[in-house]
């Protein structure tokens, strides 16, 4: 079946996914306020034609650009986002959806290991799909056939939302572990420590449980705090060789808008506090890590 796609945004996954789709599908790109590709002039215009409107986006222009398009969305089209990330007032993607679709459009949230690169190159991505009407997975399977995007039908919008969004907070840590040269058994330590943290977190906020244990969590910050290529990685080696030129990404946005919105008690996990105190004080970073070890060296758990 033939879609008729939309995509919002032409940076680095804006491509990816014209990559994937372009050999199958009606693909139109909109960018910056240009209709890059597409058979009309304007955004409104495309938007009236697309079945599936594909938000390759940061955050932060969500609202604006999804207030925009809103009027002229056809009723059974989809809207989807991948933007990883919290805006300028602390809000996911899918609540800025909830707010501007509500229950009058369809929309949904790919989050999972999705390297643009990986993808462009012919590589597998893999992805967990969260519709706001279940029935919509049949077009997002039509859409997604044939290619190397593996999508899986998953529950939890806002927990998984959460879940890969924060993630980038601790893959920092990865970095900073790896410079340090604390070696592969902290890898192990980081990733159990963060997945249970993340677990906490995800239910503070109304989510479930076990939702980090998915592509959108687990699979994420495996794929993000090992690869050294990664921003988060490479930003946790840098601070921890004391270059602090460029103290940037989503993360390090996730944590100040955490801290400026109180939208969880951070303070009460251990390994996101050590986030915090690196980011907002990387001239104490080393003696942040081994306060955080010592505490570890010092504490009983039990483990169930």
């Known amino acids: ?25 009606d693909v139109r790109i909109w960018n910056l306020g240009t209709v890059v590709k597409g058979r009309h002039s304007t955004l409104e215009q495309e938007t009236a034609e697309a079945q599936v409107v594909l938000f390759c986006l940061p955050v932060n222009p969500h609202r604006e650009i999804a207030g925009r398009i809103v009027p002229n969305l056809a009723r059974d089209s989809l809207c989807l986002t991948i933007a990883k990330g919290l805006d300028e007032s602390g809000q ?17 949230v790919l989050y999972g290991p999705m390297i ?18 279940t029935a919509d997975f049949s ?22 939302s959460w879940s890969v969004i924060l993630k980038n907070v601790y893959a920092i840590l990865f970095g900073v572990s790896d410079q340090l040269e604390l070696g592969r058994n902290m890898r192990g330590h980081l990733m159990v420590a963060a997945i249970a943290e993340l677990s906490g977190i995800v239910q503070s906020l109304g989510g479930k449980a076990h939702t980090p244990d998915s ?33 940037s990404g989503e993360g390090v946005h996730t944590l100040h808008m955490v801290e400026k919105f109180h939208l969880f008690e951070w303070r009460a996990y251990p390994l ?26 010092n504490r009983v758990s039990c483990a169930i």
Do not use: N
């Open 272 to 297: 996101f506090t050590l986030a915090h105190d690196i980011v907002t004080a990387p001239e104490s970073l080393h003696d942040s890590v081994e306060e955080y070890l010592d505490q570890l060296r």
């Open 116 to 133: 643009s690169e990986e993808l462009r190159a012919g590589k597998h991505g893999f992805a967990d799909a969260v519709l706001s009407e």
């Open 215 to 247: 592509y959108a969590g687990l699979g994420d910050l495996v794929t993000t705090g090992t690869s050294e290529d990664s921003h988060h990685h490479t930003l946790g080696r840098k601070l921890a060789l004391g270059d602090w030129s460029d103290i």
């Open 1 to 25: 079946m033939k879609i008729r796609v939309l995509i919002l945004g032409y940076g680095e996954m804006g491509h990816a996914m014209e990559h994937l789709l372009s050999e199958r599908h």
């Open 139 to 160: 077009t997002l399977h039509s859409l997604f056939l044939g290619t190397r995007l593996v999508c899986q039908q998953a529950s939890d919008m806002h927990g998984r």
């Open 92 to 108: 996911t993607a899918a609540q800025i959806f909830d707010d501007v679709f509500g229950s009058g459009h369809h929309y949904g």
